[in-house]
């Protein structure tokens, strides 16, 4: 199975930071990865597929980067609403498998 | 909009039986492959099973071979999850999604408990 490894586990920012959040995979998965945001008692959203492209709706303050065994998720001036957990996931191998979560709080 | 809502979730007792079910609208649900996926406090999301647009495929993780069963009824739009030989880690939230070779779109989710 592919490990997803995602840093920190948790971070605290203000609103209109800049954060970036890591997740490294155990293989080359090309760019098969998924970025989601899951707030507390919901289910997670996708933001980023493609490991760079935006899911429709998605605002432009979320960037995805990287290919291979590196991958980065940057939010750009957080708002309220981004304080939540973020997960990676890959799509290049079965079983799926998910980064264990970034929690994003408040400062 | 894609909408998914699992039903099903109750508290079991090991060995025991359940079958979920996920009810989707507002897409061609016929068109699209569709995952099971489970999450834990201590384990994080688990993906669980997977089956192609018209059922005749379908994938499992290692830790439900043998002991879970996906399948879908496209003209009810709706999909299931038969679980059987129920344990204590399969205690979790169940999501069904909706996507490609990944799942994309999700549910609310509902809670499996396994307790004596």
């Known amino acids: 199975d592919i490990q997803m490894t995602q840093s920190p586990s948790s971070l605290s920012a203000s609103v209109g930071d800049r954060v970036t959040i890591t997740c490294q995979a155990s293989?080359?998965?090309?760019?098969?990865l998924n970025w989601f945001q899951q707030k507390p008692g919901k289910a997670p959203t996708l933001l980023i597929y493609?490991?760079?492209k935006l899911e429709t709706g998605v605002p432009s303050r979320f960037r995805g980067g990287g290919s291979g065994t590196d991958f980065t998720l940057s939010i750009n001036s957080l708002q309220p609403e981004d304080f939540a957990t973020y997960f990676c996931?890959?799509?290049?191998?079965?079983?799926?498998?998910f980064g264990g979560g970034t929690k994003v709080e408040i400062k | 909009e894609v909408q998914l809502v699992e039903s099903g979730g109750e508290l079991v007792q090991p060995g025991g039986s359940l079958r979920l079910s996920c009810a989707a609208s507002?897409?061609?649900?016929?068109?699209?492959?569709m995952h099971w996926v489970r999450q834990t406090p201590g384990k994080g999301l688990v993906w669980v099973s997977r089956?192609?647009?018209?059922?005749?495929?379908?994938t499992y993780a290692d830790s439900v071979k043998g002991r879970f069963t996906i399948s879908r009824d496209n003209t009810e739009n709706t999909l299931y999850l038969q679980m059987n030989s129920l344990r204590g880690d399969d205690t979790a939230v169940y999501y069904c999604?909706?996507?490609?070779?990944?799942?994309?779109?999700w549910g609310q989710g509902t809670l499996v408990t396994v307790s004596s």
């Open positions: 999604a909706a996507g490609g070779d990944s799942p994309d779109h």
């Open positions: 507002g897409f061609p649900f016929s068109s699209y492959w």
């Open positions: 089956i192609k647009p018209d059922g005749s495929s379908t």
């Open positions: 293989r080359d998965i090309n760019t098969f």
């Open positions: 493609a490991a760079s």
């Open positions: 996931q890959q799509y290049d191998n079965f079983p799926l498998t």
